[in-house]
T-cell receptor, first 107, second 114 residues
Framework: EDQVTQSPEALRLQEGESSSLNCSYT??????LFWYRQDPGKGPEFLFT???AGEEKEKERLKATLTKKESFLHITAPKPEDSATYLC????????FGKGTSLLVTP | EAQVTQNPRYLITVTGKKLTVTCSQN?????MSWYRQDPGLGLRQIYY???????DKGDVPEGYKVSRKEKRNFPLILESPSPNQTSLYFC?????????????FGSGTRLTVV
């Protein structure tokens, strides 16, 4: 059965304290891995798509990487405005989401 | 502005009273989908549509109906809502099943069934 597991469930960081979020998956025939950001009460906002192992993408303080079994979202020197829930999703026939990592960055 | 529009944003209804949540996109996307989001369960797909008149069940379709008569609209119908359908609902659209570009989501509809 296809599964997407995100860890940790919640993460609290001090402003400037870099860290990584993990998304592990067991999907055969992966067509893409997506990262989204979701603010409370709002729809997920697209961040990145990764297509194959070894690929990396960056956007401001965020960097996403992909291996054959997992993806990492690295956050460098986070700011309070980076606080949100980060969702990972894998695409096979439809988007299959993990349960997300809730990130809180304190000043 | 390219967007997915859902209405209403908030809805409180009573058990058994039929309701429709509308979803419209202006990006000429073929693929549209409905998800529900519940604490501890994440986003789960209810129904999806590959194109006009083509719909299929997702992971949690029980108690829901959809229709796709026009490319831009994909309403979600609850014929007889029950309290376990209280949830946050999202509509999403994409070019042909994601096209590796990511789905665009609406702002959500928070439904409470009492």
């Amino acid at each position: 059965e296809d599964q997407v597991t995100q860890s940790p469930e919640a993460l609290r960081l001090q402003e400037g304290e870099s860290s990584s979020l993990n998304c592990s998956y067991t999907v055969s025939g992966l067509r893409g891995l997506f990262w989204y950001r979701q603010d409370p009460g709002k729809g997920p906002e697209f961040l990145f798509t990764l297509y194959s192992a070894g690929e990396e993408k960056e956007k401001e303080r965020l960097k996403a990487t992909l291996t054959k079994k997992e993806s990492f979202l690295h956050i460098t020197a986070p700011k309070p405005e980076d606080s949100a829930t980060y969702l990972c999703a894998v695409l096979k026939y439809a988007l299959n989401f993990g349960k997300g990592t809730s990130l809180l960055v304190t000043p | 502005e390219a967007q997915v529009t859902q209405n209403p944003r908030y809805l409180i209804t009573v058990t058994g009273k039929k309701l429709t949540v509308t979803c419209s996109q202006n990006m000429n996307h073929e693929y549209m989908s409905w998800y529900r989001q519940d604490p501890g369960l994440g986003l789960r797909q209810i129904y999806y549509s590959m194109n006009v008149e083509v719909t299929d069940k997702g992971d949690v379709p029980e108690g829901y109906k959809v229709s796709r008569k026009e490319k831009r609209n994909f309403p979600l119908i609850l014929e007889s809502p029950s309290p376990n359908q209280t949830s946050l609902y999202f509509c999403a659209s994409s070019l042909v099943r994601g096209r590796l570009e990511g789905y665009t989501f609406g702002s959500g509809t928070r439904l409470t069934v009492v």
